[in-house]
T-cell receptor, first 116, second 114 residues
């Protein structure tokens, strides 16, 4: 059973370009979460999605960042007009049911974004 | 809001000894906690979780203790092995708040001395 898959694993962008990060949850999981991790820090929650719905985006910057989880295909975290401060590791997690149902989040390997 | 932090940023232990990693949280409404292990260049790996209606839970070589009175939890690793070297994060959540976000501490780096 494949785990959470993320691609690309490494992404280099110049300031002003767009970054598109993809996440395929574990088979049977319909809940996806995105987190950002700065060097030497813990993960910070960004957004929680179910298929075709954004449930909680309280951790997402209001501008330039968007996320989707379409009916078919992977979840996408999109960062427009990237700036150097966006450089970080972005992790996706999935769970079979929400935390209220005690579903544990399983993490992917992350995408390391470097903005030049 | 939730705040989860760890007491020590680094911990060095001799191979074969037991390790204890501590974590404090500030939100008394948190009712679900998870310990994750993160190796260099990889994503966090689930180790063990505990709900607030429990004060102890054991897994394979790991034990998590939860003290709700002082808002503290710990991860104990028995007979620490070189493969246990990693950064360990505790994470907490309020499962009943309608939000499912985990709040992570900064992490403790465990180094095992052979």
């Amino acid at each position: 059973n494949a785990g959470v898959m993320q691609n690309p694993r490494h992404l280099v962008r110049r300031r002003g370009q767009e970054a598109r990060l993809r996440c395929s949850p574990m088979k049977g999981h319909s809940h996806v979460y995105w987190y950002r991790q700065l060097p030497e820090e813990g993960l910070k929650f960004m957004v929680y999605l179910q298929k075709e719905n954004i449930i909680d985006e309280s951790g997402m910057p209001k501008e330039r960042f968007s996320a989707e989880f379409p009916k078919e295909g992977p979840s996408i975290l999109r960062i427009q007009q990237v700036v150097r401060g966006d450089s970080a590791a972005y992790f996706c997690a999935s769970s079979p049911i929400g935390l209220a149902g005690r579903g544990t989040q399983y993490f992917g390997p992350g995408t390391r974004l470097l903005v030049l | 809001g939730e705040s989860v932090g760890l007491h020590l940023p680094t911990l060095s232990v001799q191979e074969g000894d037991n390790s204890i990693i501590n974590c404090a949280y500030s939100n008394s409404a948190s009712d679900y906690f998870i310990w994750y292990k993160q190796e260099s260049g990889k994503g966090p790996q689930f180790i063990i979780d505990i709900r607030s209606n429990m004060d102890k839970r054991q897994g394979q070589r790991v034990t998590v203790l939860l003290n709700k009175t002082v808002k503290h939890l710990s991860l104990q690793i028995a007979a620490t092995q070189p493969g246990d070297s990693a950064v360990y994060f505790c994470a907490g959540a309020e499962s009943g708040a309608g939000s499912y976000q985990l709040t992570f501490g900064k992490g403790t780096k465990l180094s095992v001395i052979p």
